[in-house]
């Protein structure tokens, strides 16, 4: 609400400044400088309340106050999928009594942390200020100006709606096939282990030998 309220408000201030102010509302809103404006004040809210209301309103004073809240994160489960099944093998060799803490899941998993802050960063730069920024510095556009930014929009969004539904799908196959290949391994360990059970009862009965066995 807060990015809504701010980036509206400033793309209204900088549209006023054009000439006929709101008067001329469809025009003056869709300015250049008033989207750009309202775009890195819409951003620039919400990443700052989000933070400022964090760091004011949490009650975290010790490592055990962090680690209660990171159990709360647990109570969001999906029971047909646990979290901790789906991510048994990245926890391997750590030692935990029911739960992770949040230490030992901030250092398994700091280099994922560090690729979604870097990642997110990157995304806010280019959607807020590099894109807006490139629109400024046209303000009248020729036809092969023109044609040449739609062109460069419709090749983005054409590669983020392939990997939107490629990536996932590829990911679930790549699950697939390694669940397979675990489950026929020990499919085939198993057989084998039989194999050799009963080739050395065979041979115990060739000798003329009682085969024991344990039960």
Excluded at 58 to 83: R, V
Aim: glycine share 8%.
């Amino acid at each position: 609400m807060a990015g809504l309220v701010c980036g509206v408000t400033a793309t209204l201030v900088s549209a006023s400044t054009y000439e006929g102010g709101l008067n001329n509302f469809l025009k003056n809103t869709v300015q250049n400088y008033a989207i750009l404006a309202g775009t890195c004040s819409s951003f620039g809210a919400s990443l700052l309340c989000c933070v400022l209301v964090s760091l004011l309103t949490h009650k975290i004073t010790s490592e055990e106050d962090a680690n209660l809240e990171w159990q709360k994160m647990y109570d969001i489960e999906n029971p047909l999928n646990p979290w901790e099944l789906n991510y048994r093998e990245d926890l391997r060799g750590l030692e935990y009594e029911g739960k992770p803490t949040f230490e030992q899941m901030a250092a398994t998993f700091r280099r994922a942390k560090i690729t979604a802050y870097v990642g997110g960063a990157v995304c806010i730069f280019l959607f807020a200020v590099v894109i807006p920024g490139a629109m400024a510095m046209f303000p009248k556009m020729d036809l092969a100006q023109f044609s040449f930014w739609i062109w460069g929009t419709q090749v983005f969004a054409v590669v983020m709606a392939v990997i939107v539904i490629v990536a996932p799908m590829v990911e679930e196959i790549r699950k697939i096939m390694k669940e397979y290949r675990k489950s026929a391994h020990t499919v085939n360990g198993g057989y084998g282990q039989m194999s050799l059970i009963t080739a050395d009862r065979n041979a115990d009965v060739v000798d003329g030998r009682t085969p024991v066995t344990n039960v």
